[in-house]
């Protein structure tokens, strides 16, 4: 009965008497539901007819399936191994070719991208941080030192601020004229003793000491011809007046100017010490003519020196 269910499996044939169920065990589409209802259909004609045969016939679908689900289950254990094999060869393989396409892509980068790299020196340090902070020091003490001489010459130009004089009477020298101590007064006095001081003091800070003196004056005075040469001063002439204290003030000829008489502000100060010394022309540019009138103001101005 074992040996004939082969050949009942794989060709199912009639038989005079017998009816057979074939059971294709080898197809793919075979099913548990199709296989029970064979097995029932089986045990209806065991229990109706009582038949040998068909007990063979119970016996082979069960051998046979029993062989087939042996021999599926040894394909099914295979099956994996073949499989797990296979894909690690792809993707050993897989890994193989990025690892290669990313040398030759990147390794092409990084070359070109080394030769563009330039190297940087590294700056030299010549000099210590102690003759840093020593040269930094030495500018200091030298700065120090510079301020120094300055700070004691303003000392003493404190020092040396003249004092002003209880006699407000000064003493006028201009080398060039042949004037040598000539009496400088306030008020109309002053114009025939010697010149008169209109505005200022020599001794204030930055006052305009404006003196002014006749051209021809009157004769047996101090006034007499005292500016009669005043137009020849020139820039760089030396002016020098001394007060009652025997405090002396030099100047020296900076500008020259001829104004109308009505013009004040030549008496004002400029911000700096400076002397101003007028007398009167007939006209502008008129020095020969020795009036009636004389219309214009002449001055000579000097800064302190």
């Not at 199912?12 to 064979?38: D, M, V, W």
């Not at 003493?171 to 306030?186: E, F, M, N, Q, R």
């Not at 010149?195 to 003091?201: E, I, K, M, N």
């Not at 100047?251 to 100017?257: A, F």
Request: charged fraction near 20%.
């Amino acid at each position: 009965m074992i040996s004939g269910l082969s050949n009942h499996i794989e060709a199912p044939k009639a038989r005079q008497g017998h009816i057979y169920y074939p059971i294709t065990c080898e197809s793919p589409l075979y099913s548990l539901k199709h296989f029970t209802n064979q097995f029932v259909q089986i045990l209806k004609n065991v229990t109706v007819r009582g038949t040998t045969s068909d007990m063979g016939l119970l016996q082979s679908p069960c051998m046979a399936l029993m062989e087939k689900k042996r021999y599926q289950g040894r394909r099914v254990r295979r099956r994996p191994k073949g499989r797990r094999r296979r894909t690690g060869l792809f993707v050993f393989i897989g890994l193989a070719i990025l690892t290669l396409g990313a040398f030759i892509f990147f390794g092409a980068d990084l070359t070109s991208n080394n030769t563009g790299v330039e190297q940087v020196t590294q700056p030299s340090v010549t000099e210590s941080p102690e003759a840093t902070s020593k040269k930094a020091s030495d500018k200091e003490q030298a700065s120090d030192k510079e301020q120094a001489p300055d700070e004691e010459q303003a000392a003493e130009e404190e020092e040396a601020a003249p004092i002003p004089p209880d006699d407000p009477t000064v003493y006028l020298s201009v080398p060039k004229l042949g004037i040598s101590g000539a009496t400088v007064v306030g008020g109309e006095g002053g114009l025939e003793v010697g010149a008169q001081l209109v505005s200022g003091y020599p001794w204030l800070p930055g006052s305009n000491t404006y003196i002014a003196g006749h051209r021809l004056g009157f004769p047996g005075t101090g006034s007499d011809h005292i500016f009669f040469n005043l137009p020849s001063l020139s820039p760089g002439d030396e002016i020098t007046l001394s007060d009652s204290l025997g405090q002396t003030y030099r100047y020296r000829v900076s500008e020259i100017l001829q104004v109308d008489p009505t013009n004040l502000s030549v008496l004002d100060p400029t911000g700096s010490d400076m002397i101003s010394l007028q007398t009167c022309i007939e006209n502008y540019g008129d020095f020969a003519t020795l009036g009636p009138n004389w219309n214009v103001r002449y001055i000579v101005r000097g800064v302190r020196v």
